[in-house]
């Protein structure tokens, strides 16, 4: 579940810092090379992270993208409130994602060691 989340999380911001290339190469003072380099980067980034959260590593790779993506604020500054949204976007999948696994596992294992019911004898 966690990697479900997390990965929704991480395409739709691909989206969005997708767009927001358009805004650093036009609207900022940035080199149009640079401006490309960082917005499609981040966009390229995390599309490839997404697809590598079965690796516990990837995760990191995840909070290092909510970081550049919030430092992106101080080129663009309308990027402080879609950072922020992403970044509590990004933990909320992250740790109800884990929770969910948890309480999960903790339920399979009680039904596990719970007996079933009897069905040699013909009764319930």
């Not at 929704?8 to 290339?21: F, H, Q």
């Not at 992250?94 to 009764?123: T, V």
Request: charged share 10%; hydrophobic share 60%.
């Amino acid at each position: 579940m966690q990697r479900r989340l997390c990965s929704a999380i991480l395409s739709l911001e691909a989206i969005v810092l997708g767009l927001s290339t358009i805004v650093l190469v036009s609207l900022t003072s940035i080199a149009t090379s640079t401006g490309l380099a960082i917005g499609l980067g981040l966009f390229v980034a995390c599309l490839l992270v997404a697809g590598l959260l079965r690796f516990r590593w990837a995760y990191v790779l995840g909070w290092g993208i909510q970081v550049a993506a919030l430092a992106l604020s101080a080129v663009i500054t309308a990027m402080i409130v879609l950072g922020v949204v992403f970044m509590v976007l990004w933990a909320t999948a992250y740790f109800l994602g884990a929770k969910i696994e948890r309480e999960r596992a903790e339920w399979e294992a009680r039904a596990a060691a719970a007996p079933g019911p009897d069905y040699s004898s013909g009764h319930e």
